[in-house]
């Protein structure tokens, strides 16, 4: 749903020439340090609410009419990366007609110590499915925790029409991998686009002052405060270190191969989504409301 959203209001704004760069909104913690540091910037940061925050909006929509049918109600519980979605989830605009958008946000390790505490031996449960229908993932949803991940995913989107090749060519040799700073330029209806990536806030601090200072320029922004993007959040099983993360991120990407469904927009799922909840409900998978907001 954020590749999708994304990348539509990535071509609106191109259109128009306002707000750009365009910067990511999926990492909280890059929103609250932007909010802090850049606040004459916030506009520029994508109205999309993170992956976290749309998932949640979307599931509370999808079982509301059973739960009032049935007396019940539906509690999101999100298993994240770090303790920036804890506060994110917590936030005033994440809400919809008063009710948050996700209830209760545990880390990964923090799950790990209830599984331990439970007494669940993971190696000895019966394989199952996810619960359908939200169990199915697309190979360009399981990259975004990397960093490089979601400008991929959504590269690889408006790209969908051209020939293979040319998407490839940007992204395997530019957008993936750690270095501090990644670039690439492409092409989308004739017009050259400019994209940037950096992980961890002091890369994010020296590139927007180099862009204030009329020294680079993009149209296209992805930040992850944590070096490495969400595989190295401060959530995550420790100890961390360069190679840890390479592996993390060699990781998803085999996953990203092995998917059967590996683009966005070939997710059944998703798209019946917007043909049905999401269909002119644009505030469930929106927020414009950052710059105001407390955590
Ligand atoms: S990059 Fe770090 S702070 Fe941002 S969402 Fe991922 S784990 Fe959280």
């Given amino acids: ?12 704004r ?5 707000n750009l760069p365009l910067f990511t909104s999926c990492c909280p913690g890059w929103v609250k340090f932007a909010e802090n540091k850049f606040p004459d910037m916030v506009d520029n940061i994508s109205t999309c609410k993170s992956p ?7 599931i509370k929509e999808y079982y509301k009419d059973k739960d009032k049918k049935e007396g019940k109600e539906t509690i999101m519980i999100s298993v994240m990366p770090c303790t920036a979605k804890k506060a994110e989830a917590a936030r005033e605009e994440l809400q919809h007609n008063g009710v948050r958008d996700v209830d209760v946000v545990i880390t990964t390790q923090e799950l790990a110590l209830l599984i ?3 007494g669940i031996i993971f190696d000895q449960l019966e394989e199952e499915s996810f619960d359908m229908p939200f169990g199915l993932a697309s190979g360009s949803g399981i990259i975004f925790g990397a960093t490089g991940g979601v400008t991929e995913a959504v590269v690889t989107r408006l790209l969908r029409d ?4 040319s998407a490839k060519d940007i992204l395997f ?23 940037a990536i950096v992980h961890g806030l002091k890369s994010a601090d020296e590139l927007i002052k180099q862009i204030k200072a009329g020294e680079r320029h993009y149209d296209f922004i992805e930040v992850m405060a944590c070096p490495g993007g969400c ?17 993390r991120a060699k990781g998803l990407y085999k996953l990203d191969r092995t998917s059967h469904i590996k683009s966005s927009e070939k997710n059944p799922l998703v798209m019946s989504l ?17 710059a105001e907001a407390e955590m």
């Fill in 1 to 12: 749903m954020t590749v999708i959203e994304e990348s539509k209001e990535f071509v609106e």
């Fill in 14 to 18: 191109l259109i128009t020439g306002e």
């Fill in 52 to 58: 976290q925050q749309m998932f949640g909006a979307v």
């Fill in 116 to 118: 331990r505490e439970a």
């Fill in 162 to 165: 051209k020939p293979d090749h």
């Fill in 173 to 195: 040799s530019n957008v993936r991998g750690m270095d501090n700073l990644k670039e690439a330029v492409f092409n989308v209806d004739g017009k050259e686009v400019k994209i």
């Fill in 231 to 247: 595989i190295a959040g401060g959530g995550q099983p420790v100890p961390m270190n360069k190679e840890m993360r390479k592996e």
């Fill in 274 to 290: 917007f043909e049905d909840i999401l269909k002119d409900n644009h505030e469930l998978l929106h927020v414009h409301k950052k």
